[in-house]
């Protein structure tokens, strides 16, 4: 059990235990310099994720904990996109007295993403998942005294109390099942059970359970008020973070399944679904942030089209890690504008923003034109990347389905940049000041970055997958 291989995560928790002693004996005016602290924890954990790239893929911990380069590529992800969601934070937060500690769970939703998509065994992804969402609901309802913060709270807990149950149950069943759980153990025992019925209810809760954290059909409905109720850098870490640890993890364990189950059908269903209802929900909102938040569920419909063609296509695995990092900085440029803009969130209050926010502007719409897909930025190559591994793996419904979604998705985005490219400014338009707009635009720059470095970027989502 080399401690050296849990470096990273190491730097995440010891970060948040010392961001939780200090901000409980130090006194308010010193509240923000937690933030510096867990922006050191992060670099520290960056800076170790990276030093353990470059090698052979194995598993470490008696097998249980995977170094490879799904969970490194992801784990680097994760700890970026949640670098921006602290930079964010500061001066949004800096009228809460529990400053301090919120930096603190923030590193333990990270900690918690990035078990998922490290872990090789049952036991280490419900911690990972567990984790995750715990505090994924404190942070959701952490402005407790404004009533849309407390119903996405409630909601994303409720939701989430009955899939993470059902997910629990599955893992318990095919421990039962199986009497391992390890992941290797699992796929060599799975396919020797003689009772189909009972394998089938358990890879099914097993699936809702991530599909919860995915944001993906059918635990998909808190993904909106959470992106509407939340704080804004909460939004923007929840409708990431998760996402790509879920994500990974999902890949892990479709792989396990035996293949007398038709499960590859079943998770392009579920893409199909996602993203049309995603897509659906998105049309007609009229509050920008809600509007972000049905986006991300149709782009979990997307991720999903990789993770239906695992073993089908060699191409599966990089195409959703190059989907994965444009969805990624798109995402977190959308929420970086709203929190820069001190979270305006109806429609009509971005009505001829680029008018007096020119660059805001041009960020939101690089952020809403990559998540369609369109050239040159990230997204496209995203898109891209996906309906070709979809196709090599025999799915070209799936990719039919992938691009009518696609140019319905088109409409929505249409409706937030045509207003405020073309219309009047709706009164004065106050920002959050130099930090948050810094953060805005490192996010909008690295979504046209990417897209131009798309080659790069698919070469190392390429090596060693």
Known sequence: MPVAD??????LLVGAVVIVLFASFSPRSYQPVCAGLALVAIALAVFFTVMQSGGAPRLTFSGVWALDTMAIYAKLLMLVSGAFAIALSPRWMETDRRHGEYYALLLFSLLGAVMMASATDSMELIVGVLLSSVTGYALV???RAWAPALEA???????????????????VLIFGLTGATGYPDIALELPRHDSPLIVIVALAFVVIGLAFKLGAFPAHAWLPDVAQGAPAPVAALLTVVPKIGAAIALVRFVQLLPGTIEWAWVIAGISALTMTLGNLGAM???DFRRLLGWSAVSQSGYALMAV???GASDEA???LLVFLAAYAVANITAFAAVVHLRGRTALDDYRGLARVRPWTTIAIILALLSFVGIPPLAGFFGKFLLFRATL???YAWLVVVALANTVLSLFYYLRVIGPIVFDKPAGEVSDLGKTAAAALMVAALLVLALGLWAQGLIALAVSGT
């Open 6 to 11: 849990l470096l990273p995560e190491l730097a």
């Open 392 to 394: 090599d793996g025999g």
């Open 141 to 143: 309802a952490y402005h």
């Open 317 to 319: 695995v990089p195409s």
């Open 284 to 286: 007609w909102q009229n």
């Open 153 to 171: 709270g409630m909601k994303y807990f409720l939701i989430g109390a009955l899939a993470n149950a059902l997910f629990v149950i599955g893992i």
């Open 308 to 310: 239906a063609v695992v």
